[in-house]
Nanobody
Framework: QVQLVESGGGSVQTGGSLRLSCATS????????MGWFRQAPGKEREGVAH???????SYADSVKGRFTISKDNAKNTLYLQMNSLKPEDTAMYYC??????????????????????WGQGTLVTVSS
């Protein structure tokens, strides 16, 4: 059974940093498109960043230069390093996986319905 388990969320002040982790199990995630999505209260879920099997990254314009997606194949873990956090980054953050070709679409143009497996989410709150 495929599982994605996020951790690392929390509360920080504006300008702070957090690193989210997504532990994967049950499949060879290395051949998949892996990504982070977020959903703020009252808003639709949106793509934040994704990374393909070759390590190519894609970021939403709103997080470019502040967030970095990475993965550790030895640990089967996906990360999202978030720096210079802003109140508008407050949201539930989800780790997700999809077929490799999903990463052909820029993450901010990617509908979440193309991601097949989802974690339970981890909450990030940024206060001003």
């Amino acid at each position: 059974q495929v599982q994605l388990v996020e951790s690392g969320g929390g509360s920080v002040q504006t300008g702070g940093s957090l690193r989210l982790s997504c532990a994967t199990s049950g499949y060879s995630y290395r051949s998949y498109c892996m990504g982070w999505f977020r959903q703020a209260p009252g808003k639709e879920r949106e793509g934040v960043a994704h990374i393909d099997s070759d390590g190519k990254e894609s970021y939403a314009d709103s997080v470019k230069g502040r967030f970095t997606i990475s993965k550790d194949n030895a640990k089967n873990t996906l990360y999202l390093q978030m720096n210079s956090l802003k109140p508008e980054d407050t949201a539930m953050y989800y780790c997700a996986a999809g077929n490799w070709y999903v990463c052909r679409v820029a993450v901010q143009d990617l509908s979440d319905r193309y991601l097949e497996v989802w974690g339970q989410g981890t909450l990030v709150t940024v206060s001003s």
